[in-house]
Nanobody
Framework: QVQLVESGGGSVQPGGSLRLSCAAS?????????MGWYRQVPGKLREMVAI???????NYADSVKGRFTISRDNAKNTLYLQMTSLKPEDTGVYYC????????????WGQGTQVTVSS
């Protein structure tokens, strides 16, 4: 059974940076084609913000393009999201998941990691 555990969230001021990690267990990570990061803001639907393929092709939501970088380390079974120039509207709970395509998650959700951007 695949388990995903997110970490690295925290509270930062606008303009700050954070690096999120997603550790996967119970699977051969390199065999997962698409992995994504999702964000949920209270009162809104969970949305995908970044996706990466097994060939390291990436794509981003317009709201984070140029500020966030998704990466994966197959040897460590870990997915990352480097977030820079953070804005208050980036506040939310961030989740990782295997993706079927842009916006469609495959696995049960983990606990997520809270990111709060506030002055």
């Amino acid at each position: 059974q695949v388990q995903l555990v997110e970490s690295g969230g925290g509270s930062v001021q606008p303009g700050g940076s954070l690096r999120l990690s997603c550790a996967a267990s119970g699977t051969t990570f390199r065999r997962i084609n698409l992995m994504g990061w999702y964000r949920q803001v209270p009162g809104k639907l969970r949305e995908m913000v970044a996706i990466i393929s097994s060939s390291y092709t990436t794509n981003y939501a317009d709201s984070v393009k140029g500020r966030f970088t998704i990466s994966r380390d197959n040897a460590k079974n870990t997915l990352y999201l480097q977030m820079t120039s953070l804005k208050p509207e980036d506040t939310g709970v961030y989740y990782c998941n295997q993706a079927l395509n842009w916006g469609t998650a495959v696995l049960p959700w983990g606990q997520g990691t809270q990111v709060t951007v506030s002055s």
